[in-house]
C-alpha cells in the first residue's frame, strides 16, 4: 500500500516516509486470516476494556462486506491495515470511508489506531494519520468514478491532565494538521459499546477532531459540521440497537443546530509553546456540557 506523500504534513513528512519504508503496510481483507485474528486482537488489549471496540464479529463482517449500506443515500466501507517488521505485527489502523451521496461530501471516520511500544515515536503513527486520505481516494474512484470533499474525523478523548496520552495524542495530531470543532458547539457521543443494556449511560463524550480535504478553512457550516455525527452513528446503527445511538446523534445535532453559524475549528496545539490551546478541552470543561448519560460510565458529577 503506497502512502501519498501530499496527505503528510510538513513536520511529519520525512519521518513518516522513513518508517513507511522500514516496514510492510497493508490492509487486511481475508477475515477469516490469521493477520485479522492478531489486528483485532492487538486492538482489543487497549480499546476493548474501554468499551471502544467493535465486536469482533461485527469487524469481520464488515471486512467481509466490503460496502455498508447505511440508507439514506449514506453507505461505507471498512478499511483494516497492519504494519509489519519483518513477521511481526507492530501496529494497527482502521477507519471507515463513508460517503453521503445526497449531501456530496465524504468522511474518513478513524477508527482506532494502535502502535507497539518499540515502534511508539518512530514515524508510523504519522503514517497511519494520513493514510486513510489514501485510502478514500482509492475508494472514491472505485466505487464512485469522483472525488468528494473530506472531512478526516477522529473521536478523541477530552484532555485528563493526570493521563499525559491524552495531551500527547492531541499534539501528535495538531502536528499532522488536524484542528478541532469548537465543544461550546459540537458536543459528539460514542456510544459505548460494551454498555450492560441497563447502564445508566449510552454515550462516552469526545472531541471532534477533524482535518478537511476540499472544505472551508476555520469554520465550517452546519450542515458541513453535521456530517460527522450522522455518518458516525449512521454506521454505530448497523450493529448497535437505536436506543444506544439515538441519544447521542439527537444531542449532537441539536446543539449544532441551536445557532445559525458556523462551527468554528479551533487549533490544536503543535508543541510545548503552544499548550494552551488545551484549555477548552479539558476533561472537566467538555463534561459540563452534556448530560450526564452522555459523559461515560466513571464521569464525575
Excluded at 481483507?29 to 487497549?46: C, H, I, Q, T
Excluded at 460527522?228 to 446503527?237: D, E, K, N
Aim: charged share 25%; net charge negative.
Amino acid at each position: 500500500m503506497r502512502l501519498d506523500p501530499g496527505d503528510l504534513s510538513d513536520a511529519d513528512r520525512d519521518k513518516a516516509l522513513a518508517a513507511a519504508s522500514r516496514l510492510r503496510v497493508a490492509e487486511i481483507r481475508d477475515a477469516d486470516s490469521p493477520d485479522f485474528r492478531a489486528a483485532y486482537d492487538l486492538l482489543d488489549g487497549f480499546f476493548g476494556p474501554l468499551g471502544e471496540l467493535e465486536d469482533r464479529e461485527v469487524l469481520a463482517r464488515f471486512v467481509r462486506e466490503r460496502v455498508i449500506d447505511f440508507g439514506g443515500g449514506a453507505e461505507g466501507s471498512y478499511h483494516l491495515v497492519g504494519a509489519w517488521d519483518g513477521d511481526e505485527l507492530v501496529g494497527v489502523r482502521d477507519c471507515y470511508v463513508d460517503v453521503d451521496l445526497r449531501a456530496g461530501a465524504s468522511l474518513v471516520a478513524l477508527s482506532h489506531s494502535l502502535i507497539v511500544p518499540e515502534w511508539r515515536r518512530s514515524g508510523l503513527a504519522a503514517v497511519f494519520r494520513a493514510l486513510p486520505m489514501t485510502l478514500a481516494r482509492v475508494a472514491h474512484r472505485e466505487r464512485y468514478r469522483r472525488s468528494f470533499p473530506t472531512m478526516v474525523a477522529a473521536e478523541m478523548e477530552p484532555v485528563t491532565h493526570d493521563v499525559p496520552e491524552s495531551t500527547v495524542r492531541l499534539v501528535a495530531y495538531g502536528k499532522s494538521g488536524f484542528s478541532v470543532l469548537d465543544p461550546q458547539r459540537f458536543r459528539y457521543s460514542q456510544p459505548d459499546f460494551r454498555a450492560a443494556a441497563d447502564a445508566a449511560h449510552t454515550g462516552i463524550a469526545m472531541l471532534g477532531v477533524v482535518r478537511g480535504f476540499g472544505l472551508p478553512g476555520d469554520a465550517w457550516p452546519v450542515e458541513v459540521a453535521e456530517l460527522y455525527p450522522r455518518l458516525f452513528h449512521a454506521c454505530h446503527r448497523s450493529y448497535l440497537p437505536a436506543a444506544r445511538v439515538d441519544p447521542s446523534e439527537n444531542f449532537a445535532i441539536s446543539t449544532l443546530r441551536s445557532s445559525p453559524d458556523a462551527v468554528r475549528l479551533l487549533p490544536l496545539p503543535t508543541g510545548r509553546d503552544t499548550l494552551d490551546r488545551l484549555a477548552p478541552l479539558s476533561r472537566e470543561k467538555v463534561h459540563a456540557l452534556y448530560p450526564v448519560g452522555l459523559r461515560g460510565a466513571a464521569s464525575r458529577e
